[in-house]
């Protein structure tokens, strides 16, 4: 659902690499235990083979002002993996002559730009030109509060077009929120409906459902960011992601609902291809997640404190999910660790430095708002008790760890900041790349 600072999350590797025959189940306890020891991950993960759940593990609290702890049944926000849900009930609607992929969105919202070119097919792949709200600086100032249908429309409309419908790929919550509307139009009933009669009940998935403002006393998982200690994340009203974003549900459960999908129980055959054919590495609800030689299909997903993913190997009948309400690492190198030991690949059991202890005054001469020739955003540096606080422009706050003498990281995104306080510069580290920034 949202997006941090330049980040990614697609594993890529070029090698071969076949089955383990037996998981070691005891070595992967280790790393998970590495990261609970050392406070660096909250969530659970979940591996299914050929529709048998092999393996499965939580760590950390579901919610940490009562210390309770995570289990296989707490449930969390999945962000945007609701999106591949959203598109299998669209693919349910055209099975079932309720919707024609090639329907132009005038038939349903005349008002918004371009409604006559865009088709239901340019919306599940991104393809609309319709602007991503979430994007927008504004976003922020109401993503706690619930909008209506209308309230939605109006600002989707307002929004405009960024390109030509058809002419490329644009990643954009505002597709699937309209799809939301599309589906309960089509088939007369809410979404939640809809996924129970045609998802979650015929396939068995108990702890996946729509959600709605947290309840700990329903398994569900508070979300946190990372800081000195976990900070309570904002909650983000259900109203507002909709089918792009408002999903509850275990890890466990996103395996059950690949297995299910990849093996026809939910979809035609040809419907299931449809979803997978990729046109700028985007289907219906799904992209490609390449792992060596291996191609599977799934979706990440992020909305608050929560980070997920979920992906289906086809050609191995193994499905792997991760959902997590708090994490100091980059969950991609933690997908890498398990899909290495169901895939017999090398990995190491993670050690952690330490963090910098430092106190308030001493982040003071980080603060300020950086500005760069070679990226087209600000970044701002505040601070929060004993934490410095990074901001991209549109973007919420990010915590940030202190690693070494003027460095600090967001490892989620694989993001390190080094700091020349004398000089007033920033130089902003990621995925091979590096872009200096200068203090406004």
Avoid: C
């Avoid at 993996?81 to 609607?93: D, E």
């Avoid at 008002?111 to 097919?121: F, L, T, V």
């Avoid at 809809?194 to 508070?222: F, H, R």
């Amino acid at each position: 659902m949202k997006k941090n600072i330049l980040t990614s999350i697609l594993l890529s590797f070029t090698s071969f690499l076949g089955f383990s025959q037996s998981l070691d189940k005891e070595k992967l306890n280790s790393y998970f235990d590495a990261l609970e020891k050392s406070n660096r991950f909250m969530g659970s993960v979940a591996v299914s083979r050929n529709g048998e759940v092999i393996f499965t593990r939580s760590v950390g609290f579901a919610d940490v002002e009562t210390k309770t702890k995570a289990n296989e049944k707490s449930r969390y926000r999945i962000g945007s993996i609701t999106k591949t849900f959203t598109a299998t009930l669209v693919m349910i609607g055209v099975e079932n002559k309720k919707i024609l992929l090639d329907q132009t969105l005038d038939n349903y919202f005349p008002d918004i730009k371009n409604a006559a070119k865009i088709s239901i097919r340019n919306l599940l792949n991104h393809r609309s030109g319709i602007h991503n709200i979430t994007d927008d600086a504004s976003y922020l100032g109401y993503h706690t509060q619930p909008k209506t249908q209308t309230e939605l429309l109006d600002l989707i409309t307002k929004a405009g077009s960024d390109f030509e419908p058809d002419s490329k790929m644009a990643y954009s919550n505002s597709n699937y929120i309209l799809l939301t509307f599309i589906l309960e139009k089509s088939f007369g009933k809410p979404y939640h409906e809809l996924l129970k009669e045609y998802i979650t009940k015929p396939i068995g998935l108990a702890d996946t459902y729509v959600g709605s403002k947290i309840n700990l006393q329903n398994k569900e998982t508070s979300s946190y960011t990372s800081g000195e200690n976990w900070m309570k994340s904002t909650e983000t009203d259900p109203a507002i992601p909709l089918g792009a974003g408002f999903i509850v549900s275990t890890a466990t459960d996103l395996v059950k609902f690949l297995d299910a999908l990849f093996a026809g129980k939910v979809l035609k055959a040809e419907s299931l291809e449809q979803m997978k054919t990729l046109k700028d590495n985007f289907g219906f609800g799904l992209f490609q997640m390449p792992f060596y030689n291996k191609k599977g299909f799934g979706h990440n997903g992020g909305i608050d404190g929560f980070s997920s993913v979920a992906m289906h190997f086809p050609g191995d009948g193994v499905s792997y999910a991760l959902t997590s309400n708090g994490t100091k690492v980059n969950n991609n190198d933690i997908s890498i660790a398990v899909l290495s030991a169901v895939f017999n690949k090398p990995y190491s059991i993670p050690e952690f430095k330490k963090a910098l202890e430092l106190n308030s005054e001493d982040l003071d001469k980080y603060l300020g708002v950086y500005s760069s020739a070679a990226i087209p955003l600000k970044v701002t540096i505040t601070k929060k008790d004993r934490t410095l606080m990074g901001q991209a422009t549109g973007q919420g706050a990010i915590p940030l760890e202190a690693t070494e003498k003027d460095k600090f990281s967001f490892s989620q995104a694989g993001v390190v900041l080094e700091f020349n306080p004398s000089e007033k510069t920033m130089l902003l580290k990621q995925g091979g790349g590096e872009y200096k920034f200068s203090k406004d």
